[in-house]
């Protein structure tokens, strides 16, 4: 049996990835400010395992920028897309990784589960989709 997989990539094309898509059922829009300074609005991610996770070209393109002590940011070099989040100092985390939603391929056939850290949210927009909204 093959597994589903949902596969991505950044804007130029330089960048493409791919995930299995049972595996990644964790899917949130984050409204925390670094989310939103890092994406240009919500940034929003499927998670799961990394090692159901493939970079499948263009690896040599993805800088990471370390925006805290624990997490770092995977974008493309060349165009900038923000990619992947891996929060690599958190031992509960360091073996997940989330990737971009808006960078799969469509159809995805998954949907947006939840809205995260909604407390920082932007005062220039209303969550208004009835999803459930958490603080962190
Ligand atoms: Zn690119
Ligand atoms: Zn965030």
Redo the contacts with the bound molecule.
């Keep these: 049996m093959t597994s589903n997989r949902l596969a991505g990539r950044c804007l130029c094309g330089g960048v493409s990835f791919s995930v299995d898509a049972e595996a990644f059922d964790n899917r949130t829009a ?7 300074r ?1 994406s240009g609005h919500v ?1 929003a991610s499927v998670s799961g395992p990394k090692a159901k996770f493939a970079i499948d070209a263009g690896e040599d393109k993805v800088k990471w920028h370390h925006a805290s002590d624990f997490a770092r940011r995977g974008f493309c070099a060349d165009c900038g897309s923000s990619l992947f ?1 891996h929060a690599h100092g958190l031992e509960e985390y360091k073996d997940r990784i989330a990737v971009a939603f808006g960078a799969l391929d469509a159809p995805t056939g998954v949907k947006l589960e939840e809205h ?2 909604v407390a ?1 949210k932007g005062d220039y927009y209303d969550i208004a989709d009835g999803l459930p909204q958490s603080h962190h």
């Design positions: 984050c409204h925390c400010s670094q989310c939103r890092w940034w989040w995260i850290f920082d």
